[in-house]
């Protein structure tokens, strides 16, 4: 039995041709059917590019508005849920130094955040969770510390436990400071009493200074310490002593007499110059002492040291105070140098006193104290001219020649 039907035979005998397939049968045709007409859109290249260009338009906007929509809700939510940040660094550091500093009462939070806010730990919670991973019922003592920044968690952790450093204590004793200024910034730096080290001050013996002097006042070397924080006060002295007298020993200044007369022009070269006129101070001081018969008949004349007999810091010395024999560093009083330094001086002031510029000046006066500018006179007449001169500048610059 033939199941072919019309309309597939008739396929077959038009070639199985789309039109053959789709053409109606004879009885369709009896009955009115038309062949299916399949309608074709003519358009011009113009209209199909526009078409195109609408399209692709429609997919770009359709994809930044699909980004806008990612960033907005990671800028809200991500921040939440802790997407963007770096909870810890790698390694120990990146070589850039933080002096760290943890003060008595600080609590793990408040050093945790701390630490973070100087760049040294990424996060102040991770930090604090590595703490009690590792911390094994130590605490971490006050002192400062020489960190890095960008560390991982576990190595401050390592550092501040002592693992992989121990707890100091910094200082830095600033050039020109007194023996007195000294104690007390010490004793703020480390917690020792400040009786502590005045217990010490004329016990030179100790602390091998020779016996010229007659207190510390000269050995208290000015720099930064970092003194554990078991130190006495006897050890924090004894680092400092030593540094001036290495300081002296690479000056080949080993002499006692020497040594005095080098500490005490260098003491005094710091307040009475710039370091660019140390020489050519020093030079005037020898003048004047070694001439006990010239002009200056050999009296230093220096504001000061009276000041530091009195226990003050000023540029105004009165005809009293010059006249007051009983100030043993009253200069003016006393011919040659004081009994002993005004102030501990660095290997620059002590290089200078120990080889000072020969020169014949017998006479200096600093004629701009923001500058430091120095005049330099042989007679004492030529001195007054240069005196009129800072006189006059301190005139016009009120409140600064106190």
């Not at 207190?215 to 002593?241: I, Q």
């Not at 080993?254 to 710091?270: K, M």
Request: contains cysteine.
């Amino acid at each position: 039995m033939n199941h072919d039907s019309p309309r597939r035979r008739r396929g077959r005998e038009e070639g199985e041709t789309l039109h053959g397939l789709l053409a109606p049968t004879e009885a369709e045709e009896r009955a009115g059917y038309g062949p299916l007409r399949v309608e074709h859109e003519e358009i011009s290249p113009e209209d199909a590019k526009r078409r195109h260009l609408r399209r692709r338009n429609t997919m770009l906007t359709a994809i930044v508005l699909f980004a806008v929509a990612l960033i907005i809700s990671g800028t809200i939510v991500g921040p939440r849920l802790g997407l963007f940040q770096t909870k810890d660094y790698h390694g120990e550091g990146n070589g850039t130094s933080v002096t760290f500093t943890v003060s008595d009462g600080d609590g793990n939070a408040t050093i945790a955040q701390n630490l973070e806010s100087e760049g040294v730990v990424a996060d102040a919670e991770r930090f604090l969770d590595v703490y009690e991973e590792r911390s094994d019922g130590q605490f971490i003592q006050p002192g400062t510390f020489e960190l890095q920044e960008r560390m991982s968690s576990e190595s401050a952790v390592d550092s501040m436990l002592g693992t992989g450093g121990a707890a100091e204590h910094y200082v830095a004793i600033n050039q020109g400071l007194r023996m007195d200024e000294t104690f007390d910034q010490l004793a703020e730096a480390t917690g020792i009493p400040v009786s502590e080290f005045e217990q010490f001050e004329d016990d030179t013996a100790a602390f091998g200074i020779p016996d010229e002097f007659p207190t510390l006042e000269g050995y208290l070397h000015p720099g930064e310490y970092r003194f554990p924080t078991d130190a006495g006060a006897e050890d924090v002295l004894e680092e400092m002593t030593q540094r001036t007298k290495d300081d002296l020993a690479d000056l080949d200044i080993t002499d006692d007499e020497e040594i005095f007369h080098a500490v005490t022009v260098g003491s005094i070269l710091e307040f009475e110059a710039t370091p660019q006129d140390y020489a050519a101070v020093a030079g005037a001081i020898d003048n004047r002492i070694e001439n006990p018969d010239g002009e200056t008949q050999g009296f230093l004349q220096s504001d000061a040291t009276v000041a530091y007999g009195l226990g003050e810091k000023t540029y105004q010395i009165t005809n009293e105070q010059k006249a007051d024999t009983g100030n043993r560093y009253n200069t003016f009083a006393h011919q040659g140098l004081p009994v002993g330094p005004i102030g501990s001086p660095d290997k620059t002031a002590l290089s200078a006193a120990a080889d000072p510029e020969d020169n014949d000046y017998y006479f200096w006066v600093t004629v701009d104290l923001d500058t430091g500018e120095t005049k330099f006179a042989r007679t004492y007449e030529e001195h007054q001219q240069n005196v009129a001169e800072y006189e006059q500048w301190c005139s016009e610059n009120e409140g600064k020649c106190v």
